[in-house]
């Protein structure tokens, strides 16, 4: 019980620097576990208020993850003037690569993969989830980084995706105008819409192209496997 009192100060620093270091990539005090009698950091005062607010809460952690999750600094953009990946002032978010298990989910349900599975099983969505069960173990069970990228790339869920997906034949059978089938693309996988310059290029492809589904392939193809669908940002 005394961990949880208000004068166990370094308690709570500690538990706040690993949030905090989970949410950003980089803590208030590296390495994380850093602390001794004297502590030098830029960022004591918001590793101090974050830490007193958690003490005083009995060490409430929902409390103390809703605080950063719902901060300014959390909320910024990873784009800036600032070209380094690890920015140290948390003056931008940092672009860092997503785990195995995030990368996983992601492509999950970028790819549509669940409603393909769901069809393969009649329906039945205890077969179907236990189908993807299996398939995220193969992922998680594979020996090295290297392989598991390869299954990333060009595993099942990549190419139902493109080659026989429902969200591409379905743009196309809805006679879905190019300009707006890219907005589905780019919204179903970067959570944004294409640029002015991507959308440019991209319909200029599309319409230089003579088959339609295999020009929506391409794109999805390389929204999927670009730099920024696999990273945090």
């Known amino acids: 019980a005394s961990l949880l009192l208000p004068e166990n100060a370094r308690l709570a620093e500690v538990a706040v620097n690993r949030v905090w270091r989970h949410f950003f990539g980089q803590g208030c005090v590296e390495p994380q576990d850093g602390?001794?009698?004297?502590?030098a950091t830029r960022f004591a005062a918001p590793l101090r208020r974050l830490a007193e607010d958690l003490a005083r809460n009995r060490s409430d952690l929902r409390r103390l993850l809703r605080i950063v999750a719902l901060s300014e600094t959390y909320a910024r953009s990873g784009q800036g003037d600032h070209p380094e990946a690890a920015p140290t002032s948390f003056e931008r978010a940092r672009v860092r690569p997503l785990d195995q298990f995030q990368r996983f989910g992601a492509l999950l349900q970028a790819s549509d993969y669940r409603t393909a599975v769901l069809a393969w099983n009649k329906g039945d969505e205890a077969k179907a989830d236990e189908g993807i069960a299996g398939l995220r173990q193969r992922f998680m069970d594979l020996p090295?980084?290297?392989?598991?990228?390869?299954?990333?790339?060009?595993?099942?869920?990549v190419r139902h995706a493109v080659e026989d997906g429902p969200s591409v034949r379905a743009m196309v059978d809805e006679g879905l105008p190019p300009e707006?089938?890219?907005?589905?693309?780019f919204l179903s996988t970067l959570s944004r819409h294409p640029t002015p310059g991507e959308r440019a290029r991209l319909l200029k492809r599309i319409e230089e192209s003579?088959?339609?589904?295999?020009?929506?392939?391409?794109?999805?193809?390389a929204l999927l496997n670009c730099v920024e669908f696999q990273t945090n940002h």
Do not use: I, P, S
């Open 180 to 185: 707006q089938a890219l907005d589905r693309m």
């Open 144 to 157: 090295d980084e290297r392989n598991r990228t390869l299954m990333y790339f060009n595993g099942e869920m």
């Open 210 to 221: 003579d088959d339609l589904v295999e020009a929506y392939r391409a794109v999805l193809w």
């Open 35 to 39: 602390f001794g009698e004297k502590v």
